[in-house]
Every structure is written in structure tokens, then in C-alpha cells.
């Protein structure tokens, strides 16, 4: 028997209590942690504050950081405590005393895991839909919708590679825009002419599939002036990653004079749009390709690539 | 097999895989479409942009694909490309021969002239007998019955300019030239900005005779209707 081995019958540890030392630590721990997590990391998780919709999923992040927190500094503990009490000292070859396991904390953990994964099952279900379809396009009729009188209705209209934004409360005018007043509830109709995109407008927390010939229905309440990005979400094709721009969030006096100046700006342009509708009809393009072919005008139909070409891209 | 005819196999190997990937690098990656610089051709806050839209690309393996060629400043020979450099803080006065007969667009918003000097293009229409008709300033030309044939945009500096139709027999053999055949000159100017960057350019109608409602082949291709506009600062 070597002077380190420990004599039969003797414990191979002090009597330290190594429970009690953890979870005393693990207590002090999230006790300096979570106030960290909720007070100074919280503000700056995406997407930020900008918006109701964005507001509302930062809190969801604030608590699920808040509540992964504990477990994830409970975790580096036990390994750190492992690592600096529980290391095996040199020539020590003996080994481990025999568990069994033990009945009550299995029970407990598989209790408490239960529980908290149910109930974040019930919260998330809950923030899927609050508030007012949390920023998700819901289709063409929406189920949660944003109450009150005073909503801005605003089409956003997808096109390989570029975003433009009817406004049919002012003439329909359309524009390569996006401005949004402050405080003031926005329905947003997210539609294609061409293929399928996805209009993400991150800071606001939206994200709706715009799909040709659907009528996707999105809500939001800007919350702070400011920028916003807007980028397509869905592959449209090789410029895909070019498709973004910039809107804007202003206070609704100077909305309503950016919007009042642009409807004036954009008459004669909007004279010649189609009228205002929740889709666009793609194939009036080929159809147009058709007529002008037929009526001795040359240049593209913006068809289908036909089998008469030799060249296939 | 013996020991020099697998070191020779080896090294065969060795060889192809090499020149395989200096291929891939130098043909699809580091090639492309030349760029014309016009920095040097800038004078008093201005610099002059020369290109031409045609209906077909003789030139590439490509022929039915529409395309824009752009002047060679140094030596006034149109060549195929879409990437130019211009400097930064300056006018950039662009004429646009347009070559190709009308094409509809999905989107009338495309037919009105945006971000340029003035919020006009000035058009001239010159049919094959080289008659012009007086130089009109327009804001606006309609995408659906016939007007238009291309755009120019750059959409981040927000500019769009409609690209009159030509009216009449078209050019068949690309460059084209203004000699018997009908054009649209088409002139604008805008300002470049005062930081330096590539902005992207392309066509905003269907042009494209692709495969998916106008929007691939040519329209995505750089050297055909998409470029890129360096601005040197």
C-alpha cells in the first residue's frame, strides 16, 4: 500500500459536503448572472426595440437567455468543481466508489426538465401569435390582427431583386421607399410579380413570404424613430443577396408630409400603375409580350426561355 | 505496376488536378467582363459615360441574349462589358444608344426616370435613314404599351431611367452601329457619391427570354444586362 492510498474503510475525500459547496456556488452564481443577462445583455439582443413585434421577441429571447442561463452556469460549475476537487491525484490508481444512482434526483430532474420544457412549449405558442401574429405574415386573413381605427396600410410588392411599397391610403402611389410613422399601427401586404420572395424587415421584427398572386398579411407598431433594414429571406435567384434596402421610421407629422409630397411627386406615375390591388397578375407581362409581338414590335416577351432557342441558360 | 510508372501516374494526377483548378480560378473566378475606366477622362467635376443596349450579343456564345456594351474611353471601341469605374463626388453625364425594340415590364413604376439631375432623360428617337426627331426631356414612359425597351438602374443610389424603344427593322450584328440602323439616345446625369464603393446596375424589365418569367440569363449575367459601377473615390 503506497502512503497516498487511502487505508480500507477510510472516505477517499475530506469531509467537505461538495452538494452543499455546489449548489451554494451555483445560488451565488446566477444570483450575480441572471441581473447581467437581464439588465445589461437583455437591451441589446436582437431584434432590438424598434417596434412592438420587435419588443415582444426580444423579451422571448431576454427569457430564454434568462432561463438557459442557470443551466448553462450550473453545468460549467459542476465541471469546473469536478476538475479542481475531484481530480485524481498522482499514483492514485484506486477506484471510484460504486453508485447506484439515486431515485430522488432522477425523479427531480426529470420533473423539473418536463416542466420547464412544457412550459416553454405553452410560451412559445403564446408568442407565436401575440401580438397580432407576432410580426409573421398570417396569409390573406389574418386571425390576429392589430386593433384600432388608425392603421397605415402599406403593399410591399417583391420583384427580382428589388423591394417596392405601394401606399393605397394615398393615391396608391408606389415607391422604392419604405417610410413608416412612429406610434402608428401598419398592415402590411406583402405580395411577388415574379417569383417567391421574403420580405424581412429586421429591426421591426417582420418577416412575411412574399408569394406571386398571394396576399400576405403582416402587422406591426413602429416604436422608435430610426433605420430599419429590409432584405429578401427567400432564394429569388443570383442577386438574391443584393435584394435590400433601407426604410425608415419618422414622426407621423413628418410622415404625413413625406407621404402628402410623395403622392404629388408621383402623379403622373401613378396614373399609369394599375389600380391598387392585394395581387398582381404575372401573367399580364407574357400576355403584353404577346400583343406587342403580334402587333409587329420587336423585343423580349419576358416569357418562359422557349425549346426554339439554341442557347439554354 | 512499377515503382516509375506509378510516381509518373502520381504525378500525371498531380498535374490535372492542378491545372484544373488554375482553370477554374482564372476562367470562372478571376475572369469577367474588362472594366472601363473613366476616371482619367473626368474634367471639371464631370465624366462622360458612353454605352449602348442591343438586341443580340454576336460576340459571345451567347448571340440571342440581349446586352449592353459600353464605349472604351481610351479607344472609343465598344466593347462588351457592364463594369465601369467613375470617381467619386462627380457628374456622371450618361448616353444610352438603344439598340433593341420595346419589351414590356412587370412593374410601371420602372418607366419613370428617378435619381437623375433634373428627374428627366432627354430622348432622341433616330430611325434607319438617320432622321432625329427633336430631343424631348421625359420623366415618364410606360412600360406596357411599347415605350421602353431596358432601364438603367443603380438601386443603391435609388436611379432609374427608362430606355427608349428603337422603332423599326433592328440592328442584327452586335456592337451595333448608328449607321442604318433606328436608335433611341437616351441622356442623363447623376451624381456619384462622395465615398468610394461598387454599386450593382441592371435592367429592371424581363428582357431576358429566361427561363423564368424574363429574369435569368441575360438579366443576371454580368457583361449582359447586370454591372457593377465602381466609384473610385
Sequence with gaps: MSAETPAAGTPATSERNDGRNIAVSWLILCAILEPLVILVLGPHLPPGAMSLNARSQQIDNIVLTALATPVVAGVLLYFGYALVFWRQKEGDDTDGPPIHGNTKI????IAATSAIVLSLAVYGTVELIAPAGAGAGEGPAPVWKLTGSNVLEVQVIGQQWRWTYRYPQFGGMETTQLVLPEG??????????????????????????????VDNVAYTTPEHLGQFTVRCAELCGIWHGAMYDYGKVLSAADFQQ???????????VTKLLPPYSNTYNPD??????????????SGAGGNYYGPQYSVQP | MSLPARVTTLLLALVVVVAGAVFVVLHYIGGGPPWENYVPKASGGQVNVIM???????????PDWVSYFIQNPQTGAWDHTTLFQVPANTRVNVTIYGFDGATPGRNQLWGAVQGAIGGTSTVTQVDAKGHASPATATSTLSTWNGDVQHTFQIAGLDLNVPIAAANGTLCTSSPCTTQGNPYSINKFSFMTPAQGGIFRWNCEIPCGLAFLYGMGGPMQSLGYMSGEMQVVS
Design chain 1, 106 to 109: 432522477q425523479i427531480g430532474w
Design chain 1, 184 to 213: 402608428r399601427a401598419v398592415e402590411f401586404h406583402v405580395t411577388s410579380i415574379d417569383v417567391i420572395h421574403s420580405f424581412w424587415a429586421y429591426q421591426l421584427g417582420v418577416k412575411a413570404d412574399a408569394n406571386p398572386q
Design chain 1, 284 to 297: 399580364v407581362v407574357p400576355q403584353l409580350g404577346k400583343a406587342l409581338t403580334s402587333a409587329g414590335l
Design chain 1, 258 to 268: 413625406w407621404a402628402a409630397s410623395t403622392e404629388i411627386q408621383l402623379a403622373s
Design chain 2, 52 to 62: 449602348q443596349t442591343d438586341a443580340q450579343t454576336s460576340v459571345t456564345d451567347h
